[in-house]
Nanobody, 125 residues
């Protein structure tokens, strides 16, 4: 059974920071990847960041490169998304996801297998 629970969303002004947390219960022998996606109202789900479980390989969506960082804490089964220099266009519901097979790229959300319920992030100008 796969369990992904996001937290840490909220409202912040442009230029501010937030850290999202995903508490996960997954079989790391069956999963290769953990990642973050987001979806704004009326828009398609967008890949934010992906990481190979237990490894250092990461990748990011073009719109967040240099501002967001995906961080794993394997000892606590936690996945973080550190978001800096937030912009109003970052406003969306953010989802934690898991994927059974690498590559851990986030360009195609449909390739990811398991999803959390999401946490809302709102950035005001």
């Amino acid at each position: 059974q796969v369990r992904l629970v996001e937290s840490g969303g909220g409202s912040v002004q442009a230029g501010g920071s937030l850290r999202l947390t995903c508490a996960h219960a997954i079989d790391t022998q069956r999963m290769d990847c953990l990642g973050w996606f987001r979806q704004a109202p009326g828009k398609e789900r967008e890949g934010v960041a992906g990481a190979y479980i237990g490894g250092r390989s990461t990748n990011y969506g073009d719109s967040v490169k240099g501002r967001f960082t995906i961080i794993q804490d394997d000892t606590k089964n936690l996945l973080y998304l550190q978001m800096n220099s937030l912009k109003p266009e970052d406003t969306a519901r953010y989802y934690c996801a898991a994927r059974t097979l690498w590559p851990c790229t986030v360009g195609t959300p449909s390739h990811w297998n398991y999803w959390g319920q999401g946490t809302q992030v709102t950035v005001s100008s």
